[in-house]
């Protein structure tokens, strides 16, 4: 097992929010190690869209420029590798890597993000981050004014019929199941048009990632050039809930206007702490935490003098 000279802070995950964090405390003139197996949610995804100046980059591409900017600041480390253990208390952390290794810090953040649980619908992971997408807002542009599939039921369905108005007329509901609607819902989606199909699918069918049609069990079929689906997200780290840290049912940590959670010195930022997954939304919340860690920091030394 490998030790290193204690760090100001550790922070858990390497992407937008982590980056934008550990961008912040280098440049606090913080002594800052990220430690991110490389195995981002966003990884499926060929382009990174709404990121102002860095639009259409890819996952890759967008780290691979943070990283290159975090070369100006000599106190930013990165580690790729997994986070297994986490042990101790504010101001005397210590992680512990799926390879051994060891790493001190004063504080945490949290910024691993969510992890999709396994696609349960065949073909789905086939044109996952291709032609399949789970934000409008992220890929609509790309699929605007195609025949698209909402996979999605209850008031998500209702709120992607709402939503896709945008980037699209024409776009077809697809329940995999009971609708979970109201009688007054399904009125409104007959009186715009907007087909529902309740069956459950049987297979998403494919040309090379690029969605052809949708086969439900009842033998129906809906033709298709894109896909919206709601995916099932897990916690992207059980480390903070082995702190004691207080989270939401969708599995969010709770955390303070500069991320700090219920446990001193832990904070969190990104996915790992909100339900609005954007890599923008993410990347700010990675600066307040870093500007909220550095404040106590700062405050603690100050007491200390």
Same mark, same amino acid.
């Given at each position: 097992m490998k030790d290193t000279n204690p760090f100001d802070v550790a922070i858990i995950g390497g992407g937008p929010a982590g980056l934008s964090g550990a961008l912040v405390l280098g440049r606090a003139r913080r002594s800052v190690v990220i430690i991110d197996e490389g195995k981002a949610r966003n990884r499926v995804t060929r382009e990174t869209h709404g990121f102002l100046?860095?639009?259409? =980059? *890819?996952?890759?591409?967008?780290?691979?420029? /943070? /990283?290159?900017? &975090?070369?100006?600041?000599? *106190? $930013? =480390? #990165?580690?790729?590798?997994?986070?297994?253990? +986490?042990?101790?208390?504010? %101001?005397? #952390?210590? +992680? $512990?890597? =799926? %390879? @051994?290794?060891?790493?001190?810090?004063k504080k945490l953040l949290f910024a691993a993000g969510k992890k999709d649980r396994p696609l349960d619908i065949e073909g789905l992971a086939d044109v996952y981050g291709i032609s399949a997408f789970v934000c409008p807002y992220c890929d609509g542009w790309e699929l605007r004014d195609q025949p698209l599939a909402v996979i999605t039921s209850g008031e998500g369905a209702m709120h992607m019929a709402k939503t896709l108005a945008g980037w699209t007329s024409s776009y077809a509901i697809c329940t995999n199941g009971p609708d979970g609607l109201t009688d007054e819902q399904r009125e409104a989606l007959a009186k715009r048009n907007i087909p529902l199909y309740d069956a459950p699918i049987e297979r998403i069918e494919s040309k090379e990632g690029m969605v052809e049609q949708i086969v439900l069990r009842d033998g129906r079929r809906v033709a298709c050039t894109g896909i919206f689906f709601a995916p099932t997200l897990v916690a992207g780290s059980d480390l903070p809930q082995s702190l004691g840290c207080e989270m939401t049912e969708a599995g969010s940590?709770? +955390?303070?206007? #500069?991320? %700090?959670?219920?446990?001193?010195? $832990? #904070? @969190?930022?990104?996915?790992?702490?909100?339900?609005?997954?954007?890599?923008? &939304?993410?990347?700010? &919340? %990675? *600066?307040?935490?870093? $500007?909220?860690?550095?404040?106590?920091?700062?405050q603690e030394t100050w007491d200390n003098a």
């Amino acid at each position: 097992m490998k030790d290193t000279n204690p760090f100001d802070v550790a922070i858990i995950g390497g992407g937008p929010a982590g980056l934008s964090g550990a961008l912040v405390l280098g440049r606090a003139r913080r002594s800052v190690v990220i430690i991110d197996e490389g195995k981002a949610r966003n990884r499926v995804t060929r382009e990174t869209h709404g990121f102002l100046t860095r639009d259409g =980059s *890819s996952p890759g591409e967008f780290r691979a420029a /943070a /990283a290159e900017q &975090m070369r100006r600041y000599p *106190s $930013v =480390s #990165f580690v790729q590798d997994a986070a297994a253990e +986490i042990s101790g208390a504010d %101001g005397a #952390f210590r +992680i $512990v890597t =799926s %390879g @051994g290794d060891a790493y001190e810090a004063k504080k945490l953040l949290f910024a691993a993000g969510k992890k999709d649980r396994p696609l349960d619908i065949e073909g789905l992971a086939d044109v996952y981050g291709i032609s399949a997408f789970v934000c409008p807002y992220c890929d609509g542009w790309e699929l605007r004014d195609q025949p698209l599939a909402v996979i999605t039921s209850g008031e998500g369905a209702m709120h992607m019929a709402k939503t896709l108005a945008g980037w699209t007329s024409s776009y077809a509901i697809c329940t995999n199941g009971p609708d979970g609607l109201t009688d007054e819902q399904r009125e409104a989606l007959a009186k715009r048009n907007i087909p529902l199909y309740d069956a459950p699918i049987e297979r998403i069918e494919s040309k090379e990632g690029m969605v052809e049609q949708i086969v439900l069990r009842d033998g129906r079929r809906v033709a298709c050039t894109g896909i919206f689906f709601a995916p099932t997200l897990v916690a992207g780290s059980d480390l903070p809930q082995s702190l004691g840290c207080e989270m939401t049912e969708a599995g969010s940590l709770v +955390i303070n206007d #500069f991320g %700090g959670t219920n446990v001193p010195g $832990v #904070f @969190g930022a990104g996915d790992a702490a909100t339900i609005k997954y954007q890599a923008i &939304m993410a990347a700010a &919340m %990675g *600066s307040m935490a870093a $500007v909220g860690i550095n404040m106590e920091l700062l405050q603690e030394t100050w007491d200390n003098a």
